[in-house]
């Protein structure tokens, strides 16, 4: 592979990998020119690690595009061991200070410019509409369109003042859906007050200068029957036209099913293109080969313009050429956020040590399985963790009697086997207290109640000072 084409096909790829080390087969794509690459849970050890992991990376082409999903809270992939030192959007935007979101960001965007990532796939700029959302929920700044757009701005300035570059995602907006694109190909309907709600976010982004945008992969009716990804209704009319976005357009991983299992990554890479997106993310279960393929092909039988790859490539390459600047990052404005983002009523503080009782669905594919709790940051504290109600509250606190019961449950309002639960071993445990770590829409009478809104280990550390003050 070695002719211009080929070369500027790769440009438009970034590409996932396993490992925390560059394995032989991305050495390769590198030296043709591969456009970047996303990093992801399986890349990281430690921050010292992930620091040599880019350098080496660099050290095969300068000028690359390395991407992470950092956004503070429930998802985190440079702290997914330990959990987030910042909170998420949630939280930040209950406490509702612009400034604060900025400088949340701003710590977020110095810690990864510290290990050389220059691209933050973040910040979601979807509105929870939906309470029932699977996939955005605590993970959105609030459920108002105005509310969420003055906080996505913030957090595009503050993180761009690193150096770093922004990436606003899911564009049109996966705030009013029922259904995890990563499973299947969700639905919103399109009418004027839904789309300009949908839309509001993504226009501070833009005037708050991001460099970037990342598409859902959602169909919008009554705008196009296709994904969002794949639509030049969407992506050339709606967001380059309409919204005058000249930065970078980003795909989510072609890999989700919403797009794999309706068209196929291949031919969604080749509309994509042709719809003006600029870069194509593939996750670590796509390799490149197949995807760059279908691009090449494209473009030599004349269905995928010359022209409109050589664009693509020549964004993405720009923002490979992001440059750090070095932040402060001694101040503790995580926990500090997490603290202004409780909310407590009732008696919370323990008499007694603790039993956690953790009540865990299952976990979103953007979070992942969380390996941290209150448990970690509660002295003298035991766990049990439940994946379904428990048939005997009483039952199963035996043995256990001694100590004082803190359930921690997660979006209780989605799921009734938790709320079941929550009110069986609170009706068991008098004196126990409720921990919402989700979004704090279902909560039963007459129980201490704290709520977190949000599950990084700076939210559990907020919490566990109320619970046990010294």
């Known amino acids: 592979m070695t002719g211009e084409l080929e070369r500027l096909a790769a440009g438009c790829l970034l590409a996932g990998f396993e490992g925390p080390t560059v394995p032989d087969w991305l050495r390769s794509w590198l030296d043709e020119g591969l456009g970047g690459v996303v990093l992801f849970t399986w890349n990281v050890e430690s921050r010292p690690q992930v620091g040599e992991l880019t350098t080496a990376l660099r050290s095969e082409r300068e000028g690359l595009v390395i991407a992470i999903d950092e956004e503070g809270g429930d998802v985190t992939r440079l702290e997914a061991e330990r959990g987030s030192s910042y909170p998420g959007n949630w939280a930040l935007g209950v406490v509702d200070e612009e400034a604060l979101t900025e400088r949340v960001a701003e710590q977020i965007g110095g810690s990864l410019a510290a290990v050389g990532v220059n691209v933050d796939l973040a910040p979601v700029a979807d509105v929870n509409s939906d309470p029932l959302n699977p996939i955005v929920g605590i993970r959105s700044f609030g459920s108002d369109a105005e509310h969420v757009a003055r906080h996505v701005g913030a957090f595009v300035r503050g993180l761009q003042r690193t150096g770093l570059a922004a990436c606003a995602k899911h564009f049109p907006g996966h705030g009013d859906t029922r259904v995890d694109s990563h499973l299947e190909l969700p639905t919103v309907e399109r009418d004027e007050a839904t789309m300009a709600a949908m839309l509001l976010p993504f226009r501070s982004a833009i005037e708050s200068g991001a460099r970037a945008v990342m598409t859902a992969h959602i169909r919008v009716k009554g705008l196009d029957d296709a994904p969002a990804t794949l639509s030049r209704a969407v992506i050339g009319d709606l ?6 976005f000249t930065g970078v357009v980003l795909t989510d991983a072609l890999e989700m099913r919403a797009v794999s299992a309706t068209v196929g990554a291949e031919e969604g890479a080749v509309r994509a293109l042709e719809a003006g997106v600029d870069a194509l993310c593939l996750g670590h279960d796509l390799r490149p080969e197949p995807v760059h393929a279908a691009i090449v092909e494209a473009v030599r039988t004349g269905r995928l313009q010359h022209g409109r790859v050589t664009e693509a490539a020549a964004r993405v390459a720009e923002l490979g050429r992001s440059t750090f600047e070095p932040v402060d990052r001694s101040a503790q404005v995580g926990l500090e956020a997490a603290r202004r983002a409780l909310v407590a009523d009732g008696t919370v503080a323990l008499s007694r040590p603790p039993l956690v009782i953790e009540l865990s669905p299952e976990a979103s594919t953007a979070a992942g399985n969380a390996n941290h709790g209150l448990a970690d940051v509660l002295e003298s504290a035991a766990m049990l963790r439940l994946h379904g109600a428990p048939l005997d509250a009483r039952t199963l606190l035996e043995g256990h009697f001694d ?15 938790e709320r079941g639960a929550v009110q069986s071993l609170l009706e068991a445990a008098p004196d126990g ?5 989700g979004v704090p829409v279902w909560r039963p009478e007459g129980v201490g109640y704290i709520a977190t809104h949000g599950q990084g280990r700076v939210n559990f550390a907020a919490a566990a000072e109320l619970l046990q003050p010294r």
Do not use: M, P
Request: net charge positive; no cysteine; charged share 25%.
């Open 239 to 244: 967001l380059r036209g309409e919204l005058g």
């Open 433 to 437: 207290v409720l921990v919402e770590v």
């Open 403 to 417: 100590r004082q019961v803190v359930v921690v449950a997660r979006d209780a309002h989605r799921h009734t086997w």
